[in-house]
């Protein structure tokens, strides 16, 4: 069984505050990139996994080993599985690489088990393996509240071309969360607008409500993602954005082949360029 754990990007993301379990309570429009990592699931004894692409942990430190573990146990299932996981999302880059690849792991075994799990109790077992992994299960375009765990699908937006600009460094979720409760005056982005360009499919109104509370932490740890932006918008981006914790910065193009040709443009600067669109999953 072939999977695909697509990466998401965040359009809109405000940080309303912090939770009695130390989480923040979060607005956050996610949407779904085509770029994904793929995980192939076959029969064994044991969970095994193996990684390619990247140099990750293949035990319980993989987002991926963490959930055919927890699934397992929930379900008090005896037997294994051999999962192949091949990494072509950037890792700790903002795109929620490890969460997809649990959300993958999650679906295909649910099926490759025979467990016949609804989705709901997926995501909430996915919500105990990352925040991000309740989204990841449902992908498309979506409001996400509280830690993560409140997913509201929206409409669909058409497939712009996005192009991924990262620097050659990850950064710390947790760090940057941390800082944030720091920042005296942290800016609060028009979720609301953007919830009002989605639903009405207005391009436009996405592109000037792009927003996220926790871009001027990490930019204040890392000046190069500000320079970032000022490159993506001089190629023509018609918005760009810092996502989720950074330091990935994505540029949004008409259409693929717009991106396409802005990413020839900016080659060769000190930072990782991947050209992909938005996706919305078949229902
Ligand atoms: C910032 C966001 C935005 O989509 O994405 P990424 O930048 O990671 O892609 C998410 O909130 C990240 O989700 P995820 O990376 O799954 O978080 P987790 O593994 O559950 O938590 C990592 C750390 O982030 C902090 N955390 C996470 C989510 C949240 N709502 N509040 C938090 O304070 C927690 O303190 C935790 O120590
Ligand atoms: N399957 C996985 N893919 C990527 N990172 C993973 C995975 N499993 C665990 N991790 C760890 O999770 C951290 C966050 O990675 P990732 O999900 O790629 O980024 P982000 O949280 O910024 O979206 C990484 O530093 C990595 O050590």
Known sequence: MLAGAYAKINLVLDVLGTRPDGYHELATVMQTLELHDSVEIKEAREIELVVEGAVLPTGPCNLAFRAADVLRRRVGYT???????????????????????????LRGLNNFWGLGMQSGELEEIGAAVGSDVPFCLRG???LVRGRGERVEPLPGLPPLGVVLAKPPFGVSTALVYNRYDDTKDPLHPDVQGMLQAVRSGD?????????????????????EIGEIKSV???A?????????????????????????QAADRIRGGNFGLWVTKLYTPPA
Do not use: Q, Y
Not at 79 to 89: D, E, M, N, T, Y
Not at 205 to 221: F, H, K
Not at 238 to 258: A, Q
């Open 79 to 105: 037997g294994g599985a051999r999962i192949k996981l091949v990494k072509r999302i950037p890792l700790a880059a903002g795109l929620a690489g490890g969460s997809a690849d649990a959300a993958a792991v």
């Open 140 to 142: 498309g375009t979506a």
């Open 203 to 223: 391009v436009n109104g996405v592109v000037t409500r792009l927003g996220n509370s926790l871009e001027a932490v990490t930019l204040a740890m890392h000046p």
């Open 232 to 234: 993506l918008a001089a």
């Open 236 to 260: 023509g981006a018609l918005g760009v954005l810092m996502s989720g914790s950074g330091p990935t910065v994505f540029g949004l193009f008409e259409n693929l082949s717009t991106a396409r």
